[in-house]
């Protein structure tokens, strides 16, 4: 039997009562919700695919795969085919697979090519150039995802994203000032002009119709692998590159290999979770968080308080810290993930936390948050009547990456390149700073904050979970998951709260408004925490799996997100 806190079983028996009084009305609290199907993503169009899989017959896996070409189309600021990202998937017999398809470093890459002459960070090389591009990963991930899970034909659910982009959808209000805000950039750095730059301005609402994306994804829907990363997108890629003083080349893409990696798992509570082990720190990093507050009653404490935060944030800046020093990509780097996850580890870090003082950020680095820029990853959490699940993070790094558009093939190339630690100590667009363990090498892997993940009891599905938020994602997943687990909420609930972070470096809580409250800031304040407002944090969009077998999607209000249930 599932053991649901009290408040949890009040909001599910109301939301019976009142679902069985009128079927279309949402209750109070609770998300979209279904019986066979959930498809949460950033973008309406998205979802609206997703769930025309299910419905045909798909499984989660098909759908995943057709919500991931089609983000590549309708939301072009993190959804990709020219980025990566990390798939997390359990089957309806409870296995649970994980798919590493993040990008890599080009073979010409070097340990310290975004220094300049005078050995420091040269501003923007690493992120706002074509130096920023690693080898892309999406498209051999999707291959290889629906080679193993499909039970639709590749066709099926690569044709919904072609038809999209050669006929054209209508952009949100969002896009609209999103795509805005970079046409001079996007002029800037391309010689032609792409589909992303209109002649006057975006208006919510206006047809984005890509041509040249639709003919690249016809090649990857005909000759599959080589539709990418041989033939003609592949030249067209390569060609960008000289044009534009980039590195990959046709070797680079002929050897990009998406890899299957062992989940990172563990239990919190009564639950058992999996998520991404490295290249991404999300699994790890959420492993030490959960172990680390498993040492008090977090329900107790009550939802953003001034000691559920302080003992939050306390962990977070030791887990951020170990981030920096031990993480990067497996196969260049010793990683001691069972040392930095063994309970008595994590119990010796939970004893260093002190309950009425904060412990200030050991270190002269202040890394500085560079939020101006726009920050767009993405994740969908997808659930099928059969008990498949996906949870999915995708992204290009930066909105539209490095924002320069591949002439012919209609796609952004990602600027990943930035989450390497370009220089020990120097803080990239995050003000994530790491060490020699995230150095780049040629082929390497960039260490990653993403962490898709699922949550199960008493073996069975209980949810899907997931954020964008570069630095952020981790801490977001940490908070919707206790939200659920340790404060009673729902999903939506769980989604929509409100959030603060703490990344060890700066040695500053970011909230958002209204996250904390005034009298709580201030006594954080004299503990020694040190407060700073900010905008939104993450975009999660999951899934929770109720008694009785109703989904119920939280999508995320800070976006554009949709859930849609069936
Ligand atoms: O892999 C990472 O951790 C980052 N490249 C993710 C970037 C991101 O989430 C931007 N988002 N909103």
């Known amino acids: ?12 028996l109301l939301s019976i009562v009142l679902l069985s009084s009128c079927a279309e009305r949402v209750p109070v609290g609770m998300g979209v919700t279904g019986k066979q199907g959930m498809v949460v993503t950033a973008h309406p169009e998205a979802s609206r695919i997703g769930l025309m899989i299910l419905k045909k017959g798909g499984n989660a896996m098909d759908a995943a795969v057709a919500v991931e070409f089609a983000l590549a189309v309708c939301y072009p600021a993190a959804g990709n085919i020219a980025g990566g990202g990390f798939w997390v998937t359990r089957t309806s017999a409870g296995k649970v697979y994980t798919l590493d398809y993040r990008e890599k470093a080009p073979m010409a890459a070097s340990r310290d090519m975004f220094l300049g002459p005078d050995g420091e960070v040269a501003r923007g090389l690493s992120s706002e150039t074509i130096l920023a591009a690693g080898v892309p990963g999406t498209v051999d991930g999707m291959l290889k995802a629906h080679e193993k899970f499909g039970s639709l034909p590749w066709n099926s659910v690569i044709q919904p994203a072609i038809d999209m982009a050669r006929n054209g959808f209508r952009i949100t209000k969002a896009q609209a000032i999103s795509l805005n805000s970079i046409q001079t950039t996007i002029l800037e750095r391309n010689t032609t002009k792409p589909a992303f730059v209109n002649d006057s301005t975006w208006s919510e609402g206006d047809l984005l119709i890509q041509t040249d994306l639709a003919n690249t994804l016809e090649r990857i829907r005909d000759f599959r692998r080589d539709g990418f990363y041989a033939g003609q997108t592949a030249q067209y890629i390569v060609d960008q590159m000289k044009e534009s003083g980039g590195l990959i080349t046709l070797e680079d893409l002929a050897k990009y290999e998406s890899v299957w990696r062992e989940p990172i798992e563990g239990d919190y509570r009564n639950y058992h979770f999996y998520s991404m082990a490295p ?33 939050m944030v306390e ?21 001691p993930v069972d040392k930095l996850t063994e309970p008595r580890y994590l119990i010796k870090r939970a004893d260093e936390i002190q309950k009425e003082r904060a412990t200030p950020s050991d270190s002269v680095f202040y890394g500085k948050i560079v939020l101006k820029e726009s920050l767009e990853t993405t994740h969908y959490s997808i659930a099928d009547q059969w008990g498949n699940a996906v949870s999915a993070t995708t992204t290009l790094n930066g909105g539209y990456g490095c924002k320069i558009v591949v002439k012919g093939g209609g796609f952004f190339l990602n600027n990943e390149m930035d989450d390497f630690s370009s220089k020990p100590g120097s803080p990239n667009l995050y003000g994530l700073i790491g060490n020699e363990a995230n150095a780049i090498a040629p082929e390497k892997r960039m260490l990653s904050c993403m962490t898709p993940t699922i949550i199960t009891k008493d073996h069975k599905l ?11 994602i981790i801490t977001s997943v940490f908070q919707t998951v206790l939200n659920v687990i340790d404060h ?17 470096l700066p040695d500053i809580i970011q909230y958002e408004p209204e996250a904390i409250d005034t009298v709580s800031v201030m006594r954080l304040t004299s503990m020694g925490q040190h407060l700073k ?3 939104k944090i993450g975009r999660v969009d999951a899934i929770l799996i109720w008694p009785n077998g109703t989904m119920e999607g939280g999508a995320d209000p800070r976006g554009d997100d949709t859930a849609k249930g069936y």
């Not at 951020?320 to 990067?328: P, S």
């Not at 009673?488 to 060890?504: D, E, L």
């Open 462 to 472: 209980f949810m899907v979970v997931g954020s964008p938020g570069g630095s952020t």
């Open 1 to 12: 039997m599932y053991q649901f806190s009290w408040k949890q079983v009040v909001i599910f």
């Open 315 to 335: 962990a977070e800046k030791r887990v951020y810290a170990d981030r920096a020093e031990y993480l990067g990509d497996p196969a260049f780097t010793e990683i």
């Open 533 to 535: 407002k900010t905008g």
């Open 488 to 504: 009673g909420m729902t999903m939506q609930q769980a989604v929509s709260a409100k959030r603060f972070h703490h990344q060890w």
């Open 279 to 311: 290249p991404s720190s999300g699994g790890v990093a959420l492993k030490q968080l959960l172990g680390i507050l498993s040492n008090w009653d977090v329900a107790s404490m009550g939802h953003n308080t001034v000691e559920s935060v302080h003992y």
